[in-house]
């Protein structure tokens, strides 16, 4: 079903950070800086048309080998410090999202007491979070709330109250459940996460990657690919079966790119049973899993939920996913962080957005197209794709899917349309034209919270 003619967004543009206009082609002699591999030195790469010289500093040290580069190719520099050449057209405001191959925990109460309603937990980064980063991936989950409330975190140099902080989770009442990938754009030099827990409960946050600034990446940068699903679970009532489990080979799908593909980005919606749902994921063979908790204890028995997470890929590049509790559950992929093996390129490097939040009023039963140009980061660049927050509001209750212009409706619905309370969603997609597809099957107010842009491609 194609979308209505009736366009019924109603945009809001708010503060965002603007990029710098591209500069123009770079000077024939430059300075690169790039790894050494003496221990305690740093190191220039001087580089013309025809020559170029590492000189290494930092020991007294120096040393200079000059080296034909007419019809050679250029030097290798690590994926994990990409440069940012002059004349490289890309935008200023990009980053590339740096998966974390260990996920540290900032904060679990799930071993000790549960946090009182209205707590504010001031929790430090890691030291390898360098100051220079621009905004952090958190996994980020909360259960036993104590009543209705917001989760809201804020980097410390960028909220003046607790109240100034981004609601990035919503519990609906008392014993409530939910989980969500959470970005949370930091100052420069921020080394502290604020959270406040206005539900109370037992609080849960891990760092799954980093936003680092990058005009140009080989590893890092983010693609967005129509939701494809690898595994469905479930569980029968009846049979005494409370568990399901599943392995897929991701690595193998066909849409991911041969040894370019570091992490995928999954969307998981499941439906709770009695005393909610509960999906955990990871690699095969046991070791690390994230786990994701949804639902409302004795009242929410058949609800849907919906949850982003980021998996790196390691190993055979197999997902290993356990349905612990409810009563089924849907993995489907819509994107892939580029590994070590990837080309340089600016396609899939990341904007990250403050505050961009379109509404629109769709219909039950038909498919309406949305514009978030208004929302969109200012740049020389096309815009490939976006991460948006979904949440509905509307009676009676119904679901809520986003999906790109063209694409047929995805199985899965990314919100639900509940007349107070709605369960809201992560949709990462590809955008064409800056506008996405919303479809309802009942009448509702539909705001979709613009996150990230994900560059396609620079002029030029």
């Known amino acids: 079903m194609g979308p209505s003619s009736r366009d019924g967004a109603r945009s809001r543009r708010s503060g965002r950070r603007r990029s710098a206009p591209a500069r123009g082609p770079g000077p024939v002699l430059g300075l690169l800086p790039v790894r050494c591999a003496v221990p305690g030195t740093a190191a220039l790469l001087l580089w013309t048309g025809a020559v170029a010289a590492c000189v290494v500093v930092g020991t007294g040290l120096m040393w200079v080998a000059l080296n034909p580069l007419l019809g050679r190719s250029s030097p290798v520099v690590d994926q994990q410090d990409p440069p940012s050449s002059p004349g490289d057209g890309a935008p200023a405001a990009t980053s590339r999202l740096v998966v974390r191959a260990t996920v540290p925990t900032l904060v679990d109460t799930a071993s000790g007491s549960a946090l009182e309603a209205g707590t504010v937990r001031s929790v430090e980064l890691p030291q390898d979070v360098p100051v220079s980063a621009v905004g952090v991936l958190l996994a980020v989950s909360v259960h036993g709330a104590q009543h209705q409330g917001a989760v809201r975190l804020s980097g410390w140099g960028r909220a003046s109250t607790h109240l100034d902080a981004r609601p990035v ?24 996460v604020r959270v406040t827990l206005e539900s109370g409960g037992h609080l849960s946050v891990r760092l799954v990657g980093v936003f680092a600034p990058a005009s140009l990446a080989g590893q890092g940068r983010v693609l967005a690919v129509p939701p494809q699903r690898l595994l469905r679970l479930s569980t029968v009532a009846g049979t005494g079966r409370t568990r399901s489990s599943g392995t897929v080979r991701v690595a193998d799908h066909p849409v991911l790119p041969r040894t370019a593909a570091g992490a995928v ?8 049973g009695p005393d909610g749902a509960q999906v955990a994921l990871g690699a095969p063979g046991g070791g690390d899993r994230q786990v994701l908790r949804w ?33 089924s559950a849907d993995v489907e992929m819509v994107g892939y962080v580029t590994g070590q ?21 769709v219909e039950g039963d038909s498919t309406q197209s949305v514009d978030v140009s208004g929302v969109l980061p200012a740049s020389g660049a096309a815009v490939q794709g976006a991460l948006v927050a979904v949440s509905a509001a509307g ?19 990314v919100a639900g349309i509940e007349p107070d309370t709605s369960w809201s969603g992560e949709a990462l997609l590809p955008v064409e034209g800056a506008r996405v597809w919303v479809s309802g099957d009942r009448d509702a107010e539909v705001s979709l919270d613009v996150l990230w842009a994900l560059v396609g491609s620079v002029p030029g």
């Open 395 to 413: 009676r009676p209750p119904g679901e809520v899917a986003v999906f790109p212009p063209g694409s047929p409706q995805p199985a899965s619905p």
């Open 341 to 361: 093996d990837a080309a340089w390129s600016t396609a899939g490097l990341v904007m990250l957005v403050d505050t961009g939040l379109v509404t629109a009023s």
């Open 295 to 327: 639902g409302l204890a004795g009242t929410g028995d058949g609800d849907l939920h919906q949850a982003m997470a980021l998996v790196p890929l390691t190993g055979d590049g197999g997902l290993a996913v356990e349905l612990r509790s409810g009563r």
């Open 265 to 272: 980005l999954l969307q998981v919606v499941a439906r709770a």
């Open 169 to 192: 989770l919503q519990l609906a009442g008392s014993g409530a459940a939910v989980s969500q990938l959470v970005t949370l754009p930091l100052s420069k030099g921020d080394r502290t």
